[in-house]
């Protein structure tokens, strides 16, 4: 009998597929079929760190939303900020009543603030765990990367003194010095980290002359960037890592858990296909497990990693070489 479950921040997870934050998560009818459909675990729609404050402040400044950051502002736009904190908590304590898999809240935020009070009453809704979204452009000329990395540090450490359940970091790839800071945020008490977030890109419209949205649906070849990382940190990693951005079918899951992750979140392969596919991919993985004659996830994760490699050199190659492409 093949056995899909895996652990990941301290909890059993019935397969290592999770359904990351998106809109699909957004409802009680959204999580039971994502459950229904064989998710191990399920990442709530995020709450805004800008929308928790201003609904502790009693207001949100009408007209004042392009002060916000403007994700926030889009989402609270989009969303209602009325009742949304409550709304949120009521999502979480409902979720907890109805369905057996883990349930994750996602918290959007920047820097360490008065929201941070707001993680005891997820805790007290029944999360399972908290993942929070860091996600920052370094586009201000006067910070140095030095600083950009101590908010993440300064969060993580934070985090560690305030919450009772596991948390988790989702962080994008924006740092010079990367594995420095994987490492240290992975040994920083956070149970987890989630590589990576995929970032909202601006496009041109060379027609209208202006600015337009880029693919909020990620390609299937975007899963290479957190692959290598994943498989360069997790044999010296301080927390669980789990692979996030591109993952569209079962073998590319394979391939972030033989890299080390152990658990695997999927958005877009759900847009792009439906929900339904979640069970598609659990197969797809439980027949390669079954070809190569494993029975649980532990038998080969972290098999493909770099510190298990006879080529470590190879994880950390960024330049292309006629042997190692082939087309030249
Ligand atoms: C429609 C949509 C909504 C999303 N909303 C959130 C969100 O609220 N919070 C968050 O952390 N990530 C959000 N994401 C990012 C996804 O959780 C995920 O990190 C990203 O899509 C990369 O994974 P994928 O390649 O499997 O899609 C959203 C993505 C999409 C497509």
């Given at each position: 009998m093949i056995d899909l479950s895996t652990k990941y921040l301290g909890l059993t997870l019935p397969s290592p597929l999770i359904v990351g934050s998106c809109g699909l998560t957004n409802s009680l009818k959204g999580i039971q079929q994502c459950e229904e459909a064989g998710a191990g675990a399920v990442v709530l729609k995020s709450i805004f760190e800008e929308q928790i404050v201003a609904d502790s402040d009693?207001?949100?400044p009408e007209g004042e939303g392009s002060l916000w950051h403007t994700e926030a502002y889009e989402y609270i736009r989009d969303y209602g900020h009325e009742s949304a904190v409550s709304r949120f908590l009521d999502l979480v304590r409902e979720t907890k009543k109805s369905v057996k898999i883990p349930v994750i809240a996602s918290v959007h935020c920047l820097t360490p603030g008065s929201?941070?009070?707001?993680?005891?009453?997820?805790?007290?809704a029944g999360a399972d765990a908290i993942e929070l979204n860091v996600n920052v452009l370094s586009s201000d000329t006067r910070l140095t990367g030095a600083e950009m990395e101590s908010t993440y540090f300064t969060l993580a450490e934070t985090l560690r003194k305030?919450?009772?359940?596991?948390v988790s970091l989702k962080i994008g790839y924006h740092f010079s010095s990367m594995a420095a800071v994987l490492f240290r945020l992975s040994h920083s008490g956070i149970k987890g980290l989630v590589l990576f977030n995929r970032p909202f890109f601006p496009d041109f419209d060379i027609d209208k002359m202006e600015l337009m949205a880029g693919r909020a649906i990620s390609g299937t070849q975007e899963y290479l960037m957190p692959l290598r990382w994943i498989s360069m940190v997790s044999g010296r990693a301080g927390c669980d890592l789990c692979a996030s951005t591109g993952v569209h079918d079962g073998k590319t899951a394979v391939k972030m858990l033989l890299a080390g992750a152990s658990s695997v979140q999927v958005v877009s392969a759900l847009y792009d296909k439906d929900i339904a596919h979640l069970g598609t991919m659990n197969n797809e993985i439980r027949s390669w497990?079954?070809?190569?004659g494993h029975q649980r996830i532990a038998d080969f994760q972290g098999h493909l990693r770099q510190s298990e490699s006879h080529n470590p050199a190879a994880y950390e190659r960024?330049?292309?070489?006629?042997h190692s492409v082939g087309i030249e």
């Amino acid at each position: 009998m093949i056995d899909l479950s895996t652990k990941y921040l301290g909890l059993t997870l019935p397969s290592p597929l999770i359904v990351g934050s998106c809109g699909l998560t957004n409802s009680l009818k959204g999580i039971q079929q994502c459950e229904e459909a064989g998710a191990g675990a399920v990442v709530l729609k995020s709450i805004f760190e800008e929308q928790i404050v201003a609904d502790s402040d009693g207001l949100v400044p009408e007209g004042e939303g392009s002060l916000w950051h403007t994700e926030a502002y889009e989402y609270i736009r989009d969303y209602g900020h009325e009742s949304a904190v409550s709304r949120f908590l009521d999502l979480v304590r409902e979720t907890k009543k109805s369905v057996k898999i883990p349930v994750i809240a996602s918290v959007h935020c920047l820097t360490p603030g008065s929201w941070i009070e707001f993680i005891t009453r997820l805790q007290k809704a029944g999360a399972d765990a908290i993942e929070l979204n860091v996600n920052v452009l370094s586009s201000d000329t006067r910070l140095t990367g030095a600083e950009m990395e101590s908010t993440y540090f300064t969060l993580a450490e934070t985090l560690r003194k305030v919450t009772t359940i596991p948390v988790s970091l989702k962080i994008g790839y924006h740092f010079s010095s990367m594995a420095a800071v994987l490492f240290r945020l992975s040994h920083s008490g956070i149970k987890g980290l989630v590589l990576f977030n995929r970032p909202f890109f601006p496009d041109f419209d060379i027609d209208k002359m202006e600015l337009m949205a880029g693919r909020a649906i990620s390609g299937t070849q975007e899963y290479l960037m957190p692959l290598r990382w994943i498989s360069m940190v997790s044999g010296r990693a301080g927390c669980d890592l789990c692979a996030s951005t591109g993952v569209h079918d079962g073998k590319t899951a394979v391939k972030m858990l033989l890299a080390g992750a152990s658990s695997v979140q999927v958005v877009s392969a759900l847009y792009d296909k439906d929900i339904a596919h979640l069970g598609t991919m659990n197969n797809e993985i439980r027949s390669w497990m079954e070809q190569h004659g494993h029975q649980r996830i532990a038998d080969f994760q972290g098999h493909l990693r770099q510190s298990e490699s006879h080529n470590p050199a190879a994880y950390e190659r960024v330049q292309f070489m006629r042997h190692s492409v082939g087309i030249e």
